[in-house]
């Protein structure tokens, strides 16, 4: 853009010509008499006028400055918008934090304490992309660890109040994932319920609770909605009983994994990944790096076969379509393969590909859907309840947009490759922008990262919006 140049006033106009006068002048003063004399006695004269000048004629006046970005401008989510006044409950030690105590025992199939580090992200990671950052934004996170980060992300969150007659939203932050994993084989269901059912009378009791009966208050869970639906007639897969308790029926309950059918108030939160950035310049430069990453793969498949009718035939089917096919890659995870544990493998696998598909997992849900997305992958479902039914906060309400959809009874989950080689390459193109623009909001951002260099709303920012206004229409 030209800048046109300002024209000087009359006033200014004069004394430059005032100047020129002067000037011209000054070899006339060295063929008089004494001009030495002549000389000094013309410049104090000359700079008395211009200081007087200075002074009285021009007045004074603010330096501008014009700044060009060359970036894109952030987003303010350092602030609070009026939307979300969210108050935190202090639990007893018991329901949350007190548990971390005994984290070797938090779970029946591994060690968590490892896990549990870092407020729940886990151990940083090593030989990962953006290691030049200030901060490492890896970690080797656990797929069920999301209520810690979330407990974490929201007692540092601007829009937390420590007054609640100034809340619209009551977070109790139980960690009841971390507790239902380490009773899984306990056969006494009254012990397995125990603290479930101290914590609704904990709730109870609290004047905040009788003001809207709960309907205010939220629990985020780490693990799926099955852990905590136990019921007296149905079969018995180590759950509890928390969810089907009816005070905890009056609640919003944010999950990784809702009750398709009978979760009217539950409200599927995505799985936590390995990446949780600090800024967003880390997040922007991740995204730009799967932009244009290079993907020689058509698609690919990450899992292991599953047993069970239902569960093995789909993923039997994928196994097999896709080592037969030159354009897929596989990373077959059975006989303990190291690799499927290895998140820089995983993300190298889907970061190659530009589809990643999305069977079933040990339920209809799977943490891959969201590594997937991190690395720019498309995903493809084979049932509905693997994303549709589960993230409407998160994803775009058109699934075609970011996703490829292939019914596992149908014929198409049959001739997979056919299938994809048929979509245009300029709708793949589009689709994998849609999936790359998606990465911040599905995203855990670090639970420390200063808000005015965060920029961006993570996948927390984004459940307590849409919490607040589902609370309002339900209020």
């Given at each position: 853009m030209l800048l046109s140049k300002k024209q000087p006033s009359a006033a200014a106009t004069q004394w430059i010509e005032k100047v020129k006068y002067h000037k011209n002048r000054d070899s006339y003063f060295k063929f008089l008499g004494n001009p030495h004399?002549?000389?000094?006695?013309?410049?104090?004269?000359?700079?008395?006028?211009?200081?007087?000048?200075?002074?009285?004629w021009f007045p004074p006046t603010k330096p501008t400055q014009t700044k060009f970005s060359t970036t894109t401008p952030k987003p303010s989510a350092g602030k609070c918008n009026g939307d979300v006044a969210v108050y935190v409950y202090n639990l007893p030690a018991e329901f949350n934090l007190g548990l971390l105590d005994d984290c070797s025992h938090l779970n029946v199939y591994t060690n968590m304490c490892p896990h549990v580090a870092n407020h729940g992200l886990g151990q940083p990671l090593d030989n990962m992309d953006l290691q030049s950052s200030d901060s490492n934004p890896w970690f080797a996170t656990h797929q069920f660890i999301a209520e810690m980060i979330f407990h974490a992300r929201v007692d540092n969150h601007p829009c937390r109040t420590w007054d609640p007659s100034k809340a619209n939203l009551f977070y109790v932050p139980f960690y009841g994932g971390?507790?239902?994993?380490?009773?899984?084989?306990?056969?006494?269901?009254?012990?397995?319920d125990a603290l479930a059912v101290r914590l609704v009378d904990f709730l109870q009791a609290q004047p905040t609770w009788r003001k809207n009966n709960g309907k205010d208050h939220f629990l985020a869970l780490g693990r799926t909605s099955w852990d905590f639906m136990r019921t007296n007639s149905g079969p018995d897969f180590g759950a509890n009983c928390l969810l089907n308790l009816p005070c905890v029926k009056n609640m919003s309950v944010l999950t990784v994994e809702r009750n398709p059918w009978k979760g009217s108030n539950q409200h599927g939160i995505p799985y936590p990944s390995y990446f949780h950035p600090s800024t967003s310049d880390q997040m922007m430069t991740w995204q730009n790096m799967m932009r244009q990453s290079n993907r020689p793969y058509l698609f690919s498949f990450i899992g292991a076969p599953r047993k069970g009718v239902g569960?093995?035939?789909?993923?039997?089917?994928?196994?097999?379509?896709?080592?037969?096919?030159?354009?897929?890659?596989?990373?077959?995870?059975?006989?303990?393969?190291?690799?499927?544990?290895?998140?820089?493998?995983?993300?190298?696998?889907?970061?190659?590909s530009r589809f990643c598909l999305q069977a079933p997992g040990d339920s209809f849900t799977r943490r891959s859907t969201f590594d997937a997305i991190l690395s720019g992958c498309i995903p493809v479902f084979f049932s509905r309840h693997t994303a549709y039914t589960q993230y409407s906060w998160f994803l775009p309400e058109e699934a075609s947009k970011y996703s490829v959809y292939m019914d596992e009874q149908s014929e198409e989950s049959k001739r997979i490759e056919e299938v994809l080689m048929k979509i245009p390459k300029e709708e793949v193109d589009t689709m994998r922008a849609t999936v790359i623009d998606m990465i911040p909001r599905l995203t855990y951002a670090h639970p420390n990262a200063s808000h005015s260099d965060l920029g961006f709303e993570d996948a927390v920012d984004v459940a307590l919006q849409a919490l607040a206004q589902h609370v309002r229409d339900k209020v």
């Open positions: 004399f002549r000389y000094t006695a013309f410049l104090l004269v000359f700079l008395s006028l211009w200081f007087l000048l200075q002074v009285f971390l507790h239902v994993s380490s009773n899984f084989r306990e056969p006494n269901h009254a012990i397995r569960k093995a035939a789909i993923r039997d089917e994928m196994i097999k379509q896709c080592m037969e096919s030159t354009q897929c890659k596989i990373l077959k995870c059975d006989h303990g393969n190291p690799k499927c544990y290895n998140p820089s493998e995983i993300l190298k696998v889907m970061r190659e």
